[in-house]
Antibody, heavy 120, light 106 residues
């Protein structure tokens, strides 16, 4: 069974940094594209970043480009999201999800999410 | 960016009702459209992929159709466990984008 479990969320001050992790099991991480999606409290879903299973350049939403970095450690079956220069509007539940084998397609499954709060 | 306009944003329905949600893309996206269900406090779950393919294990009362710019999601007979928020998502272009969501309430 494919399982994803995020960790690393918490309270951080504006301008601070945080690294989220997503532990994957039940499949070989480097054979699938992976993505991060976030959801501000009470609001809708926003795609954040994705990384191809083929090792190409990652892709980012404009709102996080230059501040967030998605990466993966295949030996640890773990996906990461390094978040720098955090802002109040980055406050959200962050979900990791598995997507297509070669390209970004549907997101399935999703982890339970980890909450990031950016506040002073 | 491809904008996804989902409607309605909310609806009230009763058990047994037929529910229809639409999603319109700002440009043609072929059939690169997925539908998700999100229960309160839970992550989204994939229901429909590639516009009309029902994920294995998802009840047959859920269906999807459409291509190009206009898509439809239908629950043929609403069940108590279907009260949730539904999202469409396109993957024809970057950034990947979601519709604003439809909250289905009693």
């Amino acid at each position: 069974e494919v399982r994803l479990l995020e960790s690393g969320g918490g309270l951080v001050q504006p301008g601070g940094s945080l690294r989220l992790s997503c532990a994957a099991s039940g499949f070989t991480l480097n054979t699938y594209a992976m993505t991060w999606v976030r959801q501000p409290p009470g609001k809708g879903l926003e795609w954040v970043a994705a990384i191809s299973g083929r090792g190409g350049s990652p892709d980012y939403a404009d709102s996080v480009k230059g501040r967030f970095t998605i990466s993966r450690d295949n030996s640890k079956s773990t996906l990461y999201l390094q978040m720098n220069n955090l802002r109040a509007d980055d406050t959200a539940v962050y979900y990791c999800s598995k997507t297509g084998m070669y390209d970004y397609t549907y997101f399935d499954p999703w982890g339970p999410g980890t909450l990031v709060i950016v506040s002073s | 960016d491809i904008q996804m306009t989902q409607s309605p944003s909310s609806l009230s329905a009763s058990v047994g009702d037929r529910v229809t949600i639409t999603c319109q893309a700002s440009q043609g996206i072929r059939n690169y459209l997925n539908w998700y269900q999100q229960q309160p406090g839970q992550p989204p779950k994939l229901l429909i992929y590639d516009a009309s393919n029902v994920k294995r294990g998802v009840p047959s009362r859920f269906s999807g159709s459409g291509s190009g710019t206009d898509f439809t999601f239908i629950i043929s007979s609403l069940q108590p466990e279907d009260f949730a928020t539904y999202y469409c998502q396109q993957y024809d272009g970057l950034p990947l984008t979601f519709g604003g969501g439809t909250k289905v309430e009693i």
